[in-house]
């Protein structure tokens, strides 16, 4: 098991976000990630810009898109400045992609909510024909190209491209275009096991086999000092999850979920002292998990806080997963 980082929004200090990302690097994560909604308080827009700033600070880690809300841009948009930040890292860009799901977002953007799964299905080959083809001919109702040069090419041929999604059609689709399936924040323990199962038997329709690819996961994560850091961290989990998932753009998608401060801690985040870490996060090893991505950063969380936590899971925490 490898871990990354995820940021997402805590404060305008950007400078702090660019300090956890070198040190992450120091550290031995496999991958920086941004997060991406908009005209939330709690997640920063767009991603490909941030990633940029972390590339030209940064020589090894790989720099992730979780997630990139595909069917809000053009897809010539996201081919382009894609392909850019794979050059400008020198190949360590991924791209992480979903449909979205938020009223509010496709408004924004004029985009029609019913648009979205035929612009998935349609992109994602699209820019990976970009990336890789010499000219492309394509022909949609957002953009028609003919004997279409992509420069510059991105370095890695083509970079991976990790789709997240939830119900069933968003998993089979991740298993039939994707080189990953990217797990969320949201599923417990059980629901990752049964949202693998599924990729796997998806996976196996088309003479693919689970072992061998990225597994990657979302998990709230922290590993404190003692008992009461740990029980702050939780307390300051609980209220973002709450205002995030409640307050804002999901409640139609998860009102089936029980949001009480109970169900949000149990096998939905991974709060405690370095041993008790180690044994939550085994779990999810033990079910298929490969990549943890981990949110280390909550509202009201300093950044000192931050980077010690981040240190302790780094020294203590990831020796014994590897």
């Given at each position: 098991?490898?871990?990354?980082?995820?940021?997402?929004?805590?404060?305008?200090?950007?400078?702090?976000?660019?300090?956890?990302?070198?040190?992450?690097?120091?550290?031995?994560?496999?991958?920086?990630?941004?997060?991406?909604?908009?005209?939330?308080?709690?997640?920063?827009?767009?991603?490909?810009?941030?990633l940029a700033a972390?590339?030209?600070?940064?020589?090894?880690?790989?720099?992730?898109?979780?997630?990139?809300?595909?069917?809000?841009?053009?897809p010539l948009r996201i081919a382009e400045d894609g392909a850019l930040l794979d050059v400008i890292s020198g190949g360590r860009f991924v791209l992480g992609v979903a449909a979205a799901y938020a009223p509010?977002?496709?408004?924004?953007?004029?985009?029609?909510?019913?648009?979205?799964?035929?612009?998935?299905?349609?992109?994602?080959?699209?820019?990976?024909?970009?990336?890789?083809?010499?000219?492309?001919?394509?022909?949609?109702?957002?953009?028609?190209?003919?004997?279409?040069?992509?420069?510059?090419?991105?370095?890695?041929?083509?970079?991976?491209?990790w789709i997240g999604g939830v119900v069933p059609a968003a998993i089979r689709r991740a298993a039939r275009l994707g080189d990953?399936?990217?797990?969320?924040?949201?599923?417990m323990l059980a629901e990752v096991r049964e949202r693998l199962a599924l990729f796997a038997a998806a996976l196996a329709e088309r003479g693919e086999r689970l072992a061998g690819k990225e597994?990657?996961?979302?998990?709230?994560?922290?590993?404190?000092?003692?008992?009461?850091?740990?029980d702050e961290a939780r307390r300051l989990i609980v209220q973002r999850f709450q205002k995030e998932y409640t307050g804002w753009g999901m409640p139609d998608v998860l009102k089936n979920v029980d949001r009480?401060?109970?169900?949000?801690?149990?096998?939905?985040?991974?709060?405690?002292?370095?041993?008790?870490c180690v044994e939550d996060l085994a779990r999810y090893r033990d079910a298929g998990v490969t990549l943890i991505g981990a949110a280390l950063r909550f509202p009201g969380m300093s950044h000192e806080t931050t980077v010690a936590g981040m240190r302790?899971?780094?020294?203590?925490?990831?020796p014994h997963l590897a």
């Open positions: 098991m490898r871990f990354g980082i995820l940021h997402v929004a805590v404060d305008n200090d950007f400078g702090a976000t660019l300090a956890q990302s070198v040190l992450a690097e120091d550290l031995g994560f496999d991958f920086v990630g941004f997060a991406e909604h908009h005209g939330s308080p709690y997640v920063y827009p767009y991603a490909l810009p941030a972390v590339a030209a600070r940064t020589r090894r880690v790989r720099l992730v898109s979780t997630i990139l809300l595909l069917p809000l841009y053009h509010t977002e496709f408004a924004a953007f004029g985009v029609p909510l019913a648009e979205r799964r035929r612009r998935m299905e349609e992109w994602v080959p699209l820019i990976r024909r970009l990336w890789t083809e010499d000219e492309v001919t394509y022909a949609g109702p957002e953009a028609t190209l003919r004997s279409f040069r992509l420069f510059p090419r991105p370095v890695q041929q083509p970079p991976p491209i990953a399936y990217f797990l969320g924040a949201t599923p597994v990657p996961l979302l998990r709230y994560l922290f590993v404190a000092r003692d008992a009461a850091e740990a009480s401060p109970e169900a949000i801690l149990r096998d939905r985040v991974i709060v405690g002292e370095a041993s008790a302790r899971l780094a020294e203590q925490v990831m």
